[in-house]
């Protein structure tokens, strides 16, 4: 890859990573949201008599576990997404600082979620086993 396109792609990546974290936060906002209202249900039935297993609570139970759902998986899929981009501005810092090119594939090859053919993964670099540590 050239300079340029280095450039381009760190910038596109910066790009995604803002639209990622505004709606990473958007999710965490609406698990707040449900939360408060499932927490104002809980107090407003305290004491009363009536089935507390109402439809609407349920539905509020339920949406509630949906937002949490989503704001974790935001998280996480937020953190992938950050680390990539990490990963590739560093291999980018690398390449400039040794003057050694960084392969599109090289790029690709941390991305959350990629599949890679095997054609792609022959372009990877090496990895140096002896510093790959064994956890047993």
């Given amino acids: 890859m050239t300079a ?3 450039d381009e792609t760190l910038s596109a990546m910066a790009r995604a990573a803002t639209d990622l974290l505004r709606e990473c936060e958007a999710a ?3 698990m707040e949201e449900c939360d408060d209202l499932s927490e104002a249900e809980i107090r407003d039935r305290a004491g009363q008599p009536g089935l507390p297993y109402r439809p609407e609570c349920v ?3 339920m949406r509630l576990q ?3 759902d989503s704001a974790k998986k935001y998280r996480d899929a937020a953190r992938e997404f950050v680390s ?3 990963d590739v501005a560093m291999a980018a810092w690398k390449s400039s600082v040794l003057g050694t090119p ?3 594939a090289r790029v690709g090859g ?3 979620g990629t599949l ?3 054609e792609e993964l022959a372009l990877l670099p090496a990895v140096d086993e002896r510093n790959v540590s064994s956890r047993s």
């Fill in 59 to 61: 539905l509020l139970s």
């Fill in 102 to 104: 960084i392969t599109r």
């Fill in 28 to 30: 965490q906002e609406r």
């Fill in 4 to 6: 340029d396109e280095i």
């Fill in 66 to 68: 949906l937002a949490t």
């Fill in 84 to 86: 990539w981009w990490t």
């Fill in 110 to 112: 941390a991305a959350p």
């Fill in 116 to 118: 890679m053919t095997k």
